[in-house]
């Protein structure tokens, strides 16, 4: 399987815990995204990569939250000390380099519950 | 601020009916405008996309949208629904100023095909 591969798929916490989740893009591609998305929401911005450097971080991404890429290659997204608002789907896209016009390839999600 | 509406939570269609599912969107800059649908569980799929040249932009899965740039909109359109094609869609936009390549997305409109 060639594409965005995220894990695990699901994530059941208790309060207060740490979280990690992993992303796998697609091999090629060294544009790397996070987003977020809730319950009858469409997926809101994160963060984003360009290689192993972090371009943009968005306001929703508190100090909590923290996000890698050490390499360039895969990309790992920590939440301290969860809280139940943080519940939620968390999607992984990646695209390649270009212009704008390339569309972002997302996998299947991470599913949060903090209990 | 860049920004996509999708006004309605859901359509509902026969299948064989032609369906539309509406976005608005707005703006800085040139937009390049992405739909995407996505099922139950599971992560979002690349329908359509478009950046410049034929207003009425062809995708996977029979489906097409229609770029109108005076009334800001991207329409997604089908000629003859299927029951398979009942699942959440989402229109998303990039703005052609800054090069996160970030996408904003819309609320979703479930589309309900009834056999």
């Known amino acids: 399987d060639t594409g965005v591969s995220q894990d695990p798929r699901h994530k059941i916490t208790k309060r207060g815990q740490n979280v990690t989740f992993r992303c796998d893009p697609i091999s090629e591609h060294n544009r790397l995204y996070w987003y977020r998305q809730t319950l009858g929401q469409g997926p809101e911005f994160l963060t984003y990569f360009q290689n192993e450097a972090q371009l943009e971080k968005s306001r929703l991404l508190s100090d909590r939250f923290s996000a890698e890429r050490p390499k360039g290659s895969f990309s790992t997204l920590e939440i301290q000390r969860t809280e139940q608002g943080d519940s939620a789907m968390y999607l992984c896209?990646?695209?390649?380099?270009?212009?704008?016009?390339?569309?972002?390839?997302f996998g299947q999600g991470t599913r949060l519950t903090v209990v | 601020a860049q920004s996509v509406a999708q006004p309605e939570d859901q359509v509902n269609v026969a299948e064989g009916n032609p369906l539309t599912v509406k976005c608005t969107y707005s703006?800085?800059?040139?937009?390049?405008l992405f739909w995407y649908v996505q099922y139950p569980n599971r992560g979002l799929q690349f329908l359509l996309k478009y950046i410049t040249g034929d207003n009425l932009v062809k995708g996977s899965y029979g489906f097409e949208a229609e770029f109108n740039k005076s009334q800001t909109s991207f329409h997604l359109k089908k000629p003859s629904a299927l029951v398979s094609d009942s699942a959440l869609y989402f229109c998303?936009?990039?703005?052609?100023?800054?090069?996160?390549?970030?996408?904003?997305f819309g609320q979703g409109t479930t589309l309900q095909v009834k056999p």
């Open positions: 703006v800085s800059g040139n937009p390049y």
């Open positions: 896209a990646s695209s390649s380099q270009g212009h704008l016009n390339t569309e972002a390839f």
């Open positions: 998303a936009v990039r703005g052609s100023s800054g090069n996160t390549g970030k996408l904003i």
